[in-house]
């Protein structure tokens, strides 16, 4: 069965360093999102992407947040100066439209 | 804004049948959706209502009245292996399907 795929599954930064998490949407799929997951918390929409650019976005999503399909298979997400505030798990998801999203098993991301 | 409210946690017996509901205050609506989650991982699709009324799949139906903003999750013989939490998400847009989600039933089955 066709999954969505994350790497890493975690990562270690410091405050301040630039971060690039990687997703590998189902392949037939043409929407693709990330979503947070602060400790205990509920899960946050950050993006959604759709024929190369961004159709929604929320407010969490911030210039120091951007997203890039830069091939026919990824797609990243990149936070350009890490805060403690964003440590969380982060999923990627895919959907063939406007219906179920497949969520990926996550990246979790600490900020020391 | 949008809001999506559904109880923080629910404890049922194995065997039973457990009902857990979500209302929701939503700026539109194109579809409600319930999402299982396992403790450390990622939320996997369950059910996915856009017309009111009863969608039933294996033990798992779910229920949606767009006019009271209401939906339920209905879990059937219930296993141990149900225990987790369950995620009411809505789309509350036709434009970038995105999924705003509550805060989770965190549902403990006991034998």
């Known amino acids: 069965e066709p999954e969505v795929t994350q790497t890493p599954s975690h990562q270690v930064t410091q405050m301040g360093q630039e971060v690039i998490l990687r997703c590998v949407p189902i392949?037939?799929?043409?929407?693709f999102y990330w979503y947070r997951q602060i400790l205990g918390q509920k899960v946050e929409f950050l993006v959604s992407f759709y024929n190369n650019e961004i159709s929604e976005k929320s407010e969490i999503f911030d210039d120091q947040f951007s997203v890039e399909r830069p091939d026919g298979s990824n797609f990243t997400l990149k936070i350009r100066s890490t805060k403690l505030e964003d440590s969380a798990m982060y999923f990627c998801?895919?959907?063939?439209?406007?219906?179920?999203?497949?969520f990926g098993p996550g990246t979790r991301l600490t900020v020391l | 804004g949008q809001n999506i409210d559904q109880p923080t946690e629910m404890t049922a017996t194995e065997g039973a049948i457990v009902q857990i509901n979500c209302t929701y205050q939503t700026s539109g609506f194109n579809g409600l959706f319930w999402y299982q989650q396992h403790a450390g991982e990622a939320p996997t699709f369950l059910s996915y209502n856009v017309l009111d009324g009863l969608e039933e799949k294996g033990r798992f139906s779910s229920f949606l009245s767009r006019s009271k903003g209401y939906s339920y999750l209905l879990l059937k013989e219930l296993q141990m292996k149900d225990s987790a939490s369950y995620l009411c998400?809505?789309?509350?847009?036709?434009?970038?399907?995105?999924?705003?989600f509550g805060g989770g039933t965190r549902l403990m089955v006991k034998p």
């Open positions: 998400a809505v789309d509350p847009n036709n434009a970038g399907n995105m999924l705003t």
């Open positions: 392949s037939n799929h043409l929407y």
């Open positions: 998801a895919s959907s063939e439209g406007n219906n179920e999203q497949f």
